[in-house]
């Protein structure tokens, strides 16, 4: 749980009860399913009790997952598993266009835009247009800086 198990039992006494508290006031949503379980820090509410526990990491910073290999630690299982990919060397994305290769899904969506030359990014010094936001700040810095 945290730093100790009676701390950390106390917590979760706690998050029971202020849930219970919660239904009896009827502060959940319409549907009871579907968020009744609820943070004991924010009051967001969570369809169940590990959701609730996982997303509590957030504010108490508790970091459960360590990687073998350089020991960074993460809140959740599947971002432990996604950070592996760099030591492992996986990456099971891959583009439908080019067969290129990516470790992480965001890097895959990225590239697509090279395919449909889709450039939403336009520069308002000279109108060169980008297909991500970054490649635009840096060109602005690299050619507009001193405007």
Do not use: W
Request: charged share 25%; with cysteine; aromatic share 8%.
């Amino acid at each position: 749980m945290g730093p100790s198990d009676s701390h950390g039992r106390i917590l979760f006494d706690q998050v029971l009860n202020s849930n219970d508290r919660a239904r009896a006031q009827g502060a959940t949503s319409g549907n009871n399913k579907d968020k009744r379980f609820l943070c004991m820090f924010c009051n967001k509410g969570f369809s169940c009790l590990q959701k609730v526990e996982i997303h509590q990491r957030v504010h108490t910073g508790e970091k459960p997952f360590s990687c073998t290999q350089c020991h960074m630690h993460f809140a959740q299982a599947g971002n432990l598993k996604r950070h592996q990919r760099v030591h492992t060397g996986e990456k099971p994305y891959s583009c439908p266009q080019c067969e290129k290769r990516f470790s992480h899904q965001h890097q895959l969506k990225m590239h697509l835009k090279v395919h449909t030359e889709e450039r939403p990014f336009a520069c308002t010094h000279c109108g060169k247009r980008f297909s991500e936001r970054s490649y635009l700040r840096i060109h602005q810095q690299k050619n507009h800086s001193t405007l």
